[in-house]
């Protein structure tokens, strides 16, 4: 079925439009949006940043930035790069607002986008309050159209300075008008677990306690902290990782199924389900969250040694936990979750792991050593190919009575993979529509932070024994010994 576009209208200012992740990501997905139909005549960026660009400065630099996006469509280069506009701006200075008002004004006009304005803030952190502040003071929110505002990660470094940014940004924006950023919403297979649960009898009746073991939830990666050192010694893997992604898709899987498809109900589902995390103590933190960081390798430097790095950091590139929820649905099931750099692979995925047979009717004495019942797993791969798999236990061909797995599996198609938007393509959509579905609420992101800050304060109060792992490895044993304590082990 071919999705029919609904044009969009509206002016998007872009604060940090000189960065690299408007030349790598927003760019290219605005291209893609464009080409597709959902963005045509009625839209205008605005780009902004200290830099002394002009227009066509700005229009060549996008149209380097979208040459790489698909050269079949080099036709319309051009119609869209005339869509893009430049203003040198200090969002320091409040005076700049001014500038930047009569711009987005003159676009309104010439674009005909209705008095739609969407604020994309596209810079380091400490500048949204600032930016919030005076798009408020200096009149640049429109009174005939939407306002909505698209916020980068990270919000906030620990509970108190979310809730600061959160406190600054509602100053300004309502809630509903505020687009939280993770790239991991966008992601099909994230989407897709909602279709899994709650479009499938055969799976959501199962989706308890009394048939579910356990969980497992890895984001492996495969390189380093290549030119980000400097970010990451700051944040580790628990604030880059764990506080956002991981979070967000651990309430996919361990949220109640919401009233109705919508985003106001999902977030609600969503939010509940974080409430029920159970929040540690730091004696159950430090029994049930595990930390690492990469040891030299053929190919790397230790982390310590990485340029950018303090040569003494105690920032974790690894993290294993175990999280429990205090609800009815899942109490006594853990969710073991782990992420981490340069690890055997590039690959993210859930296993969702069930209990076995309470009884093995299959294991007779005559062929006890050869029977074994396995647990059924349900895959869900989300990086780097789209996909599900389901193990069962299945007779084994031949005479006699024995069962082995087998793998029921669904892989996307590379045309299927091909149809697929991007993350940023479907969240710059999802945020010009005015669909929160997929961007983390408030109330989110101030449990998950909560739960991470005790896990924090806990380890930076002890020298850990750095490195401990190898790089190609799964990460340090003490995330295996995690598992192993419960009886447990990861799928994979
Ligand atoms: N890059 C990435 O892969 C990812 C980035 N993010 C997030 O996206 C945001 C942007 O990151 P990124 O693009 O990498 O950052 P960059 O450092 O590449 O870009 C920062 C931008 O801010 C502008 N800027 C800096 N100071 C000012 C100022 N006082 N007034 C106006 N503009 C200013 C810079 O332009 P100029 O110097 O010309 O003023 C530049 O356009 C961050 O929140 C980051 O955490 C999130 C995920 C991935
Ligand atoms: O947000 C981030 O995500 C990336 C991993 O994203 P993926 O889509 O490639 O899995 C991570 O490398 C980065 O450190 C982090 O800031």
Do not use: C
């Not at 080099?74 to 711009?103: C, I, M, S, W």
């Amino acid at each position: 079925m071919t999705i029919l576009a609904t044009e969009i209208k509206a002016v998007i200012t872009l604060f940090g439009a000189t960065g690299d992740l408007a030349h790598r990501k927003l760019y290219p997905s605005l291209f893609n949006l464009f080409r597709k139909g959902f963005l045509a005549d009625n839209f205008a960026l605005l780009g902004t940043s200290r830099s002394e660009w002009s227009d066509a400065d700005f229009q060549a630099k996008v149209r380097e930035s979208i040459s790489k996006v698909d050269e079949d469509q080099a036709g319309q280069y051009d119609a869209f790069v005339k869509h893009f506009f430049y203003q040198p701006h200090d969002v320091t200075n409040p005076e700049h607002y001014d500038k930047l008002n009569e711009r987005i004004a003159e676009l309104e006009d010439k674009f005909a986008t209705e008095g739609n304005r969407l604020f994309y803030m596209s810079m380091a952190p400490r500048f949204f309050g600032t930016i919030a502040a005076n798009i408020k003071s200096q009149g640049l929110l429109s009174d005939n159209g939407f306002n909505r505002l698209v916020i980068e990660k990270p919000f906030g470094r620990d509970f108190a300075s979310a809730q600061e940014l959160n406190k600054e940004l509602t100053e300004t924006f309502d809630e509903n008008q505020i687009f939280r950023i993770d790239h991991y919403l966008g992601k099909e297979m994230v989407q897709n677990i909602s279709a899994l649960r709650f479009g499938n009898t055969a799976i959501e009746a199962l989706w308890n306690n009394q048939y579910i073991d356990n969980i497992q939830v890895t984001l492996s990666e495969d390189m380093g902290v290549e030119e980000r050192a400097g970010y990451y010694d700051q944040s580790g893997a628990l604030r880059d990782m764990v506080q956002n992604h991981i979070m967000q898709v651990v309430a996919q899987l361990a949220m109640e199924q919401p009233l109705t498809f919508t985003d106001q109900d999902i977030r609600a589902e969503k939010a509940k389900a974080l409430r029920s995390l159970r929040k540690y103590t730091p004696s159950e933190a430090a029994a049930n969250f595990v930390r690492g960081q990469y040891a030299a390798g053929d190919n790397n430097n230790e982390y310590r040694k990485e340029d950018g790095v303090d040569p003494k950091s105690i920032t974790e590139t690894y993290v294993a936990a175990k999280l429990t929820f205090d609800s009815y649905r899942w109490a006594g099931v853990p969710f073991y979750v782990r992420t981490g750099k340069l690890l055997a692979g590039k690959f993210t995925r859930v296993d969702v792991v069930f209990k076995k047979p309470l009884i093995d009717i299959f294991a007779t004495p005559a062929n006890s050593n050869d029977q074994k019942l396995n647990n059924n797993v349900l895959t869900i791969y989300i990086d780097p190919t789209p996909g599900f798999s389901l193990t069962l236990n299945a007779k084994k061909v031949g005479q006699g009575y024995t069962t082995e797995p087998i793998d029921l599996a669904f892989s996307q198609s590379a045309e299927q993979k091909d149809l697929s938007p991007e993350p940023y393509e479907r969240l710059f959509h999802d945020a010009l529509e005015g669909n929160s579905t997929n961007f983390a609420s408030w109330s989110e992101i101030a449990d998950a932070w909560q739960f991470v800050d005790v896990i924090r304060q806990v380890w930076d109060h002890e020298e850990p024994n750095f490195p401990n792992y190898q790089p190609g490895s799964m990460g340090p044993k003490e995330a295996d010994e995690l598992l192993a304590r419960d009886g447990r082990q990861w799928v994979y």
